[in-house]
């Protein structure tokens, strides 16, 4: 079955800090891979996507890079700012022909942003 | 769009009563999901649908949820009776068909059963 593997937080940077956050996946059929963020009392927000091999999503100053070799996408930020701080999911979906799947999430990263 | 609507966006019941959430997806989309998320499971798929038909409900926990899509624009999801465990935040999410096409999440429905 598909899976998203994600590091587990919290992750506590202070401001203006570099980011990455793990994601780690396994999938059958042709995954498209996901960020969502969510803000505290929200729902989740797409954050960027990917939906193909090196492809590299980007939002906000968030990029990540859809790495089929290491199944790999993880997410990064140069700068980090207090208002960054939010759960972090990375997600998938695999059409496998027969219909879009559900997607799958990965378990969240809490990101605590410092002054 | 006014985007996924979700009602209530609280609901506090009394262990064994029936809870009955709903959502109106975006119009025009096919796919309409439930997810639940607590902390301890973090965000479970419990059931989808595709053009108002149930196409996978193997998330669906135990006989006491049941889900309905009676038309395009509406959708519920029933817990009966509630338990304290099913105390959670559920998300409904809609997403136009097509594999590369991201989901749309309403606000949420805080679920507290005491």
């Known amino acids: 079955g598909n899976s998203v593997t994600q590091m587990e937080g919290p992750v506590t940077l202070s401001e203006e800090a570099f980011l990455t956050i793990n994601c780690t996946y396994t999938?059958?059929?042709?995954?498209?891979l996901f960020w969502y963020v969510q803000y505290p009392g929200e729902g989740l927000q797409l954050l960027l996507k990917?939906?193909?091999?090196?492809d590299k999503g980007s939002n906000k100053g968030f990029e990540a890079t859809y790495r089929k070799e290491t199944t790999s996408f993880h997410l990064e930020k140069g700068s980090v700012q207090v208002s960054d701080s939010a759960v972090y999911f990375c997600?998938?979906?695999?059409?496998?022909?027969?219909?879009?799947?559900?997607?799958?999430f990965g378990k969240g990263t809490h990101l605590i942003i410092q002054p | 769009d006014a985007g996924v609507i979700q009602s209530p966006r609280h609901e506090v019941t009394e262990m064994g009563q029936e809870v009955t959430l709903r959502c109106k997806p975006i119009?025009?989309?096919?796919?309409l999901f439930w997810y639940r998320q607590t902390m301890m499971r973090g965000l479970e798929l419990l059931i989808y649908?595709?053009?108002?038909?149930?196409?996978?409900d193997s998330g669906m926990p135990e006989d006491r949820f049941s889900a309905k899509m009676p038309n395009a624009s509406f959708s519920t999801l029933k817990i009966q009776p509630s338990e304290p465990r099913d105390s959670a935040v559920y998300f409904c999410?809609?997403?136009?068909?097509?594999?590369?096409?991201?989901?749309?999440f309403g606000q949420g429905t805080r679920l507290t059963v005491v």
């Open positions: 999410a809609s997403r136009p068909q097509g594999g590369n096409t991201e989901a749309f």
């Open positions: 990917a939906t193909k091999a090196d």
């Open positions: 999938a059958t059929g042709y995954p498209s």
């Open positions: 649908f595709n053009n108002n038909v149930p196409i996978d």
């Open positions: 997600a998938l979906s695999a059409y496998s022909g027969g219909g879009a799947d559900g997607l799958t």
């Open positions: 119009s025009g989309h096919d796919y």
